[in-house]
Protein backbone atom coordinates (compact mmCIF):
# COMPACT_ATOMS: atom_id res chain seq x y z
CA UNK A 1 0.00 0.00 0.00
CA UNK A 2 1.10 3.66 -0.66
CA UNK A 3 2.59 5.73 2.38
CA UNK A 4 0.50 8.93 3.47
CA UNK A 5 1.78 11.91 4.92
CA UNK A 6 -0.11 10.94 7.95
CA UNK A 7 1.96 7.81 7.52
CA UNK A 8 4.81 9.17 7.29
CA UNK A 9 4.62 11.36 10.26
CA UNK A 10 3.54 8.57 12.46
CA UNK A 11 6.70 7.02 11.86
CA UNK A 12 8.78 10.47 12.42
CA UNK A 13 6.82 11.15 15.61
CA UNK A 14 8.77 7.31 16.80
CA UNK A 15 12.08 8.37 15.12
CA UNK A 16 11.99 11.87 16.70
CA UNK A 17 9.33 12.56 19.12
CA UNK A 18 7.88 16.08 19.18
CA UNK A 19 8.23 15.92 23.60
CA UNK A 20 11.98 15.59 22.80
CA UNK A 21 11.80 19.33 21.33
CA UNK A 22 12.98 22.70 23.20
CA UNK A 23 9.87 24.60 24.14
CA UNK A 24 10.93 27.74 21.98
CA UNK A 25 11.62 25.38 18.36
CA UNK A 26 8.68 24.88 15.48
CA UNK A 27 9.34 21.40 14.78
CA UNK A 28 6.67 19.29 13.03
CA UNK A 29 4.55 19.66 9.45
CA UNK A 30 4.80 23.36 8.06
CA UNK A 31 2.90 22.43 5.19
CA UNK A 32 1.01 19.32 3.38
CA UNK A 33 -1.94 17.44 3.11
CA UNK A 34 -2.23 14.32 5.55
CA UNK A 35 -3.77 12.02 3.22
CA UNK A 36 -1.25 12.57 0.30
CA UNK A 37 0.18 9.78 -1.20
CA UNK A 38 4.09 9.87 0.10
CA UNK A 39 6.47 7.92 -2.28
CA UNK A 40 9.46 9.71 -2.31
CA UNK A 41 10.98 11.71 0.73
CA UNK A 42 14.25 14.66 0.25
CA UNK A 43 16.65 15.19 3.19
CA UNK A 44 18.41 18.87 3.97
CA UNK A 45 19.50 20.67 6.75
CA UNK A 46 18.10 23.68 5.56
CA UNK A 47 14.74 24.65 3.28
CA UNK A 48 16.06 27.27 0.77
CA UNK A 49 15.62 28.30 -2.38
CA UNK A 50 18.42 25.35 -3.73
CA UNK A 51 17.33 22.69 -1.87
CA UNK A 52 13.55 23.11 -2.42
CA UNK A 53 14.23 23.59 -6.51
CA UNK A 54 16.57 20.28 -5.56
CA UNK A 55 13.65 18.54 -3.83
CA UNK A 56 10.66 19.68 -6.60
CA UNK A 57 13.60 18.37 -9.72
CA UNK A 58 13.38 15.27 -8.04
CA UNK A 59 9.73 14.90 -7.40
CA UNK A 60 9.68 14.56 -3.81
CA UNK A 61 6.33 14.40 -2.25
CA UNK A 62 8.26 15.39 1.17
CA UNK A 63 11.03 17.69 2.03
CA UNK A 64 12.13 17.04 5.17
CA UNK A 65 14.15 19.73 6.89
CA UNK A 66 15.94 19.68 9.91
CA UNK A 67 16.34 23.48 10.42
CA UNK A 68 12.74 24.85 10.69
CA UNK A 69 11.52 27.40 7.97
CA UNK A 70 9.24 29.04 10.04
CA UNK A 71 11.27 29.13 13.39
CA UNK A 72 10.42 32.53 13.98
CA UNK A 73 6.64 34.16 13.54
CA UNK A 74 5.94 35.54 10.44
CA UNK A 75 2.97 38.03 9.61
CA UNK A 76 2.74 36.99 5.85
CA UNK A 77 3.48 34.31 3.31
CA UNK A 78 3.34 36.49 0.83
CA UNK A 79 5.62 35.37 -2.08
CA UNK A 80 7.82 38.64 -2.53
CA UNK A 81 9.63 37.04 0.77
CA UNK A 82 11.63 34.24 0.79
CA UNK A 83 9.62 31.87 3.10
CA UNK A 84 6.75 32.90 1.60
CA UNK A 85 7.92 32.27 -2.11
CA UNK A 86 9.21 28.68 -0.96
CA UNK A 87 6.31 27.59 0.62
CA UNK A 88 4.26 28.21 -2.73
CA UNK A 89 6.54 26.31 -4.69
CA UNK A 90 6.09 23.66 -2.69
CA UNK A 91 2.33 23.44 -2.37
CA UNK A 92 2.37 24.13 -5.93
CA UNK A 93 4.56 21.06 -6.57
CA UNK A 94 2.29 19.12 -4.33
CA UNK A 95 5.55 18.66 -2.13
CA UNK A 96 5.30 19.02 2.16
CA UNK A 97 7.30 20.30 4.45
CA UNK A 98 8.35 18.48 7.52
CA UNK A 99 11.06 19.93 9.75
CA UNK A 100 12.48 17.60 12.15
CA UNK A 101 14.64 19.89 14.33
CA UNK A 102 15.82 19.73 18.19
CA UNK A 103 13.47 16.73 18.65
CA UNK A 104 15.89 15.11 16.22
CA UNK A 105 18.82 16.57 18.23
CA UNK A 106 18.36 14.67 21.04
CA UNK A 107 17.52 11.35 20.54
CA UNK A 108 20.44 8.55 20.41
CA UNK A 109 21.10 8.79 16.93
CA UNK A 110 20.68 12.91 16.85
CA UNK A 111 22.80 15.22 15.13
CA UNK A 112 25.45 15.19 18.01
CA UNK A 113 25.33 11.11 18.47
CA UNK A 114 25.91 11.11 14.51
CA UNK A 115 29.42 12.83 14.48
CA UNK A 116 30.27 11.15 17.62
CA UNK A 117 30.24 7.72 16.01
CA UNK A 118 31.92 9.03 12.92
CA UNK A 119 34.57 10.02 15.66
CA UNK A 120 34.44 6.77 16.89
CA UNK A 121 33.56 7.53 20.68
CA UNK A 122 32.92 5.34 23.66
CA UNK A 123 30.14 5.44 26.02
CA UNK A 124 29.33 8.40 24.99
CA UNK A 125 26.03 10.36 26.89
CA UNK A 126 24.49 13.55 26.67
CA UNK A 127 25.80 16.58 27.89
CA UNK A 128 22.55 17.44 29.66
CA UNK A 129 20.31 14.58 29.80
CA UNK A 130 16.47 15.00 28.77
CA UNK A 131 13.14 12.41 28.84
CA UNK A 132 15.97 9.54 29.28
CA UNK A 133 19.49 8.97 30.23
CA UNK A 134 20.21 8.27 26.77
CA UNK A 135 19.10 11.33 25.26
CA UNK A 136 19.68 14.97 25.69
CA UNK A 137 21.57 17.85 23.95
CA UNK A 138 25.06 16.98 22.68
CA UNK A 139 27.47 14.18 23.65
CA UNK A 140 30.47 13.65 25.57
CA UNK A 141 32.63 10.11 25.29
CA UNK A 142 36.09 9.29 25.01
CA UNK A 143 38.30 8.54 21.75
CA UNK A 144 39.18 4.48 21.00
CA UNK A 145 42.73 5.93 20.69
CA UNK A 146 43.84 8.93 22.04
CA UNK A 147 45.06 11.79 19.60
CA UNK A 148 45.78 15.73 19.69
CA UNK A 149 43.91 18.38 19.42
CA UNK A 150 45.40 19.22 16.04
CA UNK A 151 44.92 15.57 14.75
CA UNK A 152 41.48 15.75 15.53
CA UNK A 153 40.87 18.82 14.19
CA UNK A 154 42.39 17.33 10.41
CA UNK A 155 40.22 13.86 11.20
CA UNK A 156 36.84 16.69 11.34
CA UNK A 157 38.22 18.03 8.37
CA UNK A 158 38.16 14.57 6.72
CA UNK A 159 34.64 13.44 8.01
CA UNK A 160 32.88 17.00 7.52
CA UNK A 161 32.17 18.22 4.19
CA UNK A 162 33.87 21.19 3.59
CA UNK A 163 33.35 24.61 4.34
CA UNK A 164 34.25 28.62 3.17
CA UNK A 165 34.86 29.16 7.04
CA UNK A 166 36.96 25.30 7.85
CA UNK A 167 37.33 24.49 11.08
CA UNK A 168 38.51 27.31 13.76
CA UNK A 169 40.76 25.77 16.78
CA UNK A 170 41.32 27.57 19.87
CA UNK A 171 44.65 25.47 21.57
CA UNK A 172 47.23 24.02 21.38
CA UNK A 173 48.34 21.65 18.07
CA UNK A 174 49.56 19.31 20.12
CA UNK A 175 47.49 19.10 23.57
CA UNK A 176 46.64 15.78 24.18
CA UNK A 177 43.09 14.63 23.40
CA UNK A 178 41.19 11.51 25.13
CA UNK A 179 37.37 13.03 26.49
CA UNK A 180 35.48 14.85 23.72
CA UNK A 181 32.72 16.86 24.20
CA UNK A 182 30.32 17.77 21.26
CA UNK A 183 26.81 19.73 20.24
CA UNK A 184 26.22 19.71 16.52
CA UNK A 185 24.99 23.18 15.70
CA UNK A 186 24.93 26.24 17.69
CA UNK A 187 26.56 25.26 21.22
CA UNK A 188 27.64 27.92 22.97
CA UNK A 189 25.37 27.14 25.55
CA UNK A 190 26.59 24.62 26.91
CA UNK A 191 30.04 26.46 27.46
CA UNK A 192 29.48 25.81 31.43
CA UNK A 193 28.12 22.35 31.41
CA UNK A 194 30.38 20.25 33.70
CA UNK A 195 30.88 17.15 31.54
CA UNK A 196 31.52 20.28 28.61
CA UNK A 197 34.44 21.52 31.27
CA UNK A 198 35.90 18.21 32.34
CA UNK A 199 36.75 17.45 28.51
CA UNK A 200 39.73 17.91 26.72
CA UNK A 201 38.36 19.28 24.16
CA UNK A 202 34.56 20.58 22.77
CA UNK A 203 33.44 20.76 19.31
CA UNK A 204 30.52 22.70 18.58
CA UNK A 205 29.23 25.59 15.94
CA UNK A 206 28.78 29.20 15.73
CA UNK A 207 31.31 29.95 18.98
CA UNK A 208 31.08 34.09 19.09
CA UNK A 209 34.05 36.36 20.01
CA UNK A 210 33.60 37.58 24.01
CA UNK A 211 31.48 33.68 25.23
CA UNK A 212 34.55 31.71 23.62
CA UNK A 213 37.57 33.97 24.61
CA UNK A 214 36.05 34.03 28.71
CA UNK A 215 35.85 30.27 28.06
CA UNK A 216 39.74 30.47 26.84
CA UNK A 217 40.93 32.83 29.56
CA UNK A 218 38.87 30.71 32.08
CA UNK A 219 40.85 27.50 30.62
CA UNK A 220 44.06 29.07 31.11
CA UNK A 221 43.23 30.20 34.93
CA UNK A 222 42.08 26.97 35.97
CA UNK A 223 41.63 24.38 33.67
CA UNK A 224 39.15 23.32 30.67
CA UNK A 225 38.98 22.12 27.06
CA UNK A 226 39.63 23.15 23.98
CA UNK A 227 37.64 24.70 21.64
CA UNK A 228 36.89 23.19 17.82
CA UNK A 229 34.19 25.43 16.30
CA UNK A 230 33.02 24.04 12.67
CA UNK A 231 30.56 24.98 10.55
CA UNK A 232 26.50 24.89 11.85
CA UNK A 233 25.53 22.91 8.50
CA UNK A 234 28.25 20.67 8.43
CA UNK A 235 28.32 19.35 11.67
CA UNK A 236 24.12 18.47 10.90
CA UNK A 237 24.85 17.50 7.54
CA UNK A 238 25.81 14.20 8.82
CA UNK A 239 22.57 13.24 10.45
CA UNK A 240 20.89 13.56 7.19
CA UNK A 241 22.55 9.63 5.88
CA UNK A 242 21.36 7.97 9.11
CA UNK A 243 17.94 9.88 9.10
CA UNK A 244 17.43 8.78 5.54
CA UNK A 245 18.42 5.10 6.57
CA UNK A 246 16.15 5.32 9.56
CA UNK A 247 13.00 6.12 7.11
CA UNK A 248 14.38 3.81 4.18
CA UNK A 249 13.73 0.93 6.76
CA UNK A 250 10.04 1.95 8.21
CA UNK A 251 8.64 2.92 5.10
CA UNK A 252 8.83 0.19 2.39
CA UNK A 253 8.75 1.32 -0.82
CA UNK A 254 9.32 4.81 -0.21
CA UNK A 255 12.49 6.44 -2.04
CA UNK A 256 14.16 8.57 0.22
CA UNK A 257 17.61 10.35 -0.49
CA UNK A 258 20.19 13.15 1.00
CA UNK A 259 20.69 16.92 -0.27
CA UNK A 260 24.47 17.23 -0.99
CA UNK A 261 23.90 20.77 -1.24
CA UNK A 262 26.02 23.29 0.85
CA UNK A 263 23.70 25.50 2.52
CA UNK A 264 26.47 26.75 5.01
CA UNK A 265 25.41 30.38 3.91
CA UNK A 266 29.43 31.69 3.59
CA UNK A 267 31.26 31.66 -0.16
CA UNK A 268 34.20 32.74 0.57
CA UNK A 269 36.68 33.48 3.14
CA UNK A 270 39.80 35.77 2.42
CA UNK A 271 43.04 34.60 4.13
CA UNK A 272 45.13 37.32 5.53
Known sequence: MTATLADVLAVTEELWPASGAESWDASGLISGDLA???SRIHLTVDAVADTVDEAIS???DLLIAHHPLLLRGVTSVAEDRYKGALLARLIRASCGLLAAHTNADVVETGTS???AEKLGLVDSRPIVAGETSSRGIGRVGVL???TTVGRLARLLGEILPATAGGIRVSGGFDDPVSAVAICAGAGDAY?????VISADVYITSDLRHHPASEFRENALLSGGPALIDVSHWASEWLWLDVAAEQL???LDGVTVTVSD??????????VQ
Do not use: C, H, K, N
Open 144 to 146: AEP
Open 191 to 195: LGEPA
Open 36 to 38: API
Open 58 to 60: QGA
Open 248 to 250: RTA
Open 113 to 115: ASL
Open 261 to 270: LRTDPWDFVV
